[in-house]
């Protein structure tokens, strides 16, 4: 008989959720997870990067107080203390989670997964805990297998890592990933970040607000390139006006030197860079190195994904895969959202996801978030569309927060005014684009928005104003300015 009616292979936002939710369904769980609990999310993503963005942001605040009215003296950056910071949130969200697992009655192994069979699989010892150094994310390789484990079901959770660049000089010190970047001790004067996608951009905001040198290299015509084509625009003029350096349309030829690298960029804007650290933000694959799929007989596409169904089936009845392993949107909320629907679905629920209405959000300064169709990707449809904008600036709030950079937009049908996008730049973005992804999964109009009354002054209330101006009713801009 199998030892756990489900076993999990993996800790973060999907396998935690799915432990949970299958607990509560009545089912045997266990989760065999090598790091501490909560994956890259709260260990190497999400968390600590949000933690260090918000020390960023109060060091902005603060070093601007004097707009304010407050005088503030000596303010100046020590840099342990933020990354202390970090560390303790990261440790009391992951210890949260283990809590939470306990609770719920989920068995958690700790160790490396390797299948030996479709639901069975051989548990490695991977040494001592991780820690924030900078190089390796385990102490040690696998070891000989500590225990065998089956199940009935399976659910593959294993997320993803950085990706690296086929650059020359890609391996030298100082080149560092995303996970690298949280073992530095202290802040770059001269950093380059290769990729100026969702990674790319916050490290270099963060950065460059604590004093770096920073230019970022990016392959398309703007930041942010899945964004919104005018975000992607209005975040360079932004970063622009920080002294950071973008340089669009360009790529790296690659890395020399030791103590200092010299990166070369070639291009329309060809140079050569002096740089202490360099970082690679340029994606996320897979991560499914020594899992031993092909003894589960589970396939990959040719990128390295697990194709799955939307009840998060793979092609091996029993077997199920969830979060960045699947490929369909790398993010930590989707991954949750797969892990609750794959654990109904074996416990024998009617349940399926729907990859519809997915807010995706970046936390530069300014912040950034978007839910739906783009304004490019809504006339590629042959759709014919109202674009409406709104300004922070012309806002109460904004103007009394002292933040007033950026604007809503929000892309509708013409004929009927339905809510096919939202589009934010600019303060608590990624608050607002909760409304955005509630009124396209409501299917709700212009005219639905404008009529709803929202507090004031709120920042939320934009979303009101930019419906007003897509209907030809604005209050509060002049019609020039729309």
Same mark, same amino acid.
């Given at each position: ?13 999907? =396998? ?47 070093? %601007? ?84 484990? +089956?199940?009935? +079901? ?24 995303? +996970?690298? %970047? ?62 950071? #350096? ?13 103590? %200092? ?43 390295g994904f697990i194709p799955v169904d939307d009840q998060l089936r793979t092609g091996v009845e029993h077997v199920y895969a969830i979060g ?57 449809? =042959? ?16 103007? #009394?927060?002292? +933040? #007033? ?20 730049? =600019? ?8 409304? =955005?992804?509630? %009124? ?43």
């Open positions: 008989m199998p030892e756990f009616d489900l076993l999990i292979v993996g800790g973060g936002p999907g =396998g935690y959720v799915a432990a949970i939710r299958a607990a509560q369904r009545g089912l045997s769980v266990g989760v065999v997870e090598k790091e501490r609990p909560g994956g890259v999310c709260l260990n190497w993503g999400c968390i600590p990067t949000k933690a260090m963005l918000r020390s960023a942001e109060v060091f902005q605040m603060v070093s %601007a107080a004097a707009e304010f009215g407050i005088h503030a003296d000596d303010v100046r950056l020590d840099f342990a203390t933020v990354c202390q910071r970090k560390d303790g949130i990261v440790k009391g969200l992951t210890d949260g989670v283990a809590g939470l697992l306990r609770a719920n009655g989920v068995t958690l192994i700790e160790g490396h997964a390797r299948f030996v069979g479709a639901t069975e699989v051989q548990v490695h010892s991977v040494g001592s805990s991780p820690i924030y150094s900078g190089g390796p994310r385990y102490a040690a390789a696998p070891t000989e297998p500590i225990r065998r484990v +089956d199940a009935k +079901d399976v659910i593959i959770a294993t997320g993803s890592v950085p990706a690296r660049l086929p650059i020359p000089g890609a391996d030298l010190p100082g080149v560092i990933t995303s +996970d690298g %970047a949280f073992g530095l001790t202290e802040v770059p004067r001269r950093l380059v970040v290769i990729g100026g996608s969702a990674v790319g951009a916050e490290w270099a905001s963060l950065f460059a607000t604590f004093g770096s040198e920073v230019t970022i290299v990016e392959l398309q015509d703007r930041l942010v390139p899945l964004e919104d084509k005018e975000i992607g625009a209005a975040l360079g003029r932004s970063f622009a006006k920080r002294g950071i #350096t973008v340089l669009t349309g360009s790529t790296v030829e690659s890395i020399t030197g030791q103590d %200092a690298l010299r990166v070369t960029v070639g291009g329309p804007r060809a140079r050569e860079l002096d740089a202490d650290v360099v970082l690679m933000g340029v994606g996320r694959r897979p991560n499914t190195a020594e899992l031993g799929l092909d003894a589960a007989g589970v396939a990959t596409d040719e990128r960045d392993v699947t490929g369909r949107a790398l993010l930590a909320h989707v991954a949750s959202h797969q892990g609750l629907t794959a654990a109904d679905v074996i416990a024998g629920h009617q349940a399926h996801i729907d990859y519809t209405v997915i807010p995706a959000a970046t936390f530069t300064h300014p912040e950034i978030a978007s839910v739906g169709r783009t304004e490019d990707m809504a006339r590629a449809e =042959g759709l014919e569309v109202i674009s409406a904008k709104f300004p922070f600036a012309a806002l109460g709030r904004s103007r #009394t927060f002292g +933040d #007033t950079e950026g604007f809503v937009k929000i892309i509708a049908g013409r004929r009927h005014r339905e809510v096919l996008g939202v589009h934010i730049i =600019g303060p608590s973005a990624s608050d607002l684009i909760a409304e =955005g992804a509630l %009124a396209i999964t409501l299917e709700a109009t212009l005219d639905e928005l404008a009529d709803t009354i929202h507090a004031h002054p709120t920042f939320g209330e934009i979303g009101m104003e930019a419906a007003l101006t897509g209907l030809g009713l604005p209050v509060h801009i002049a019609p020039h300015q729309r």
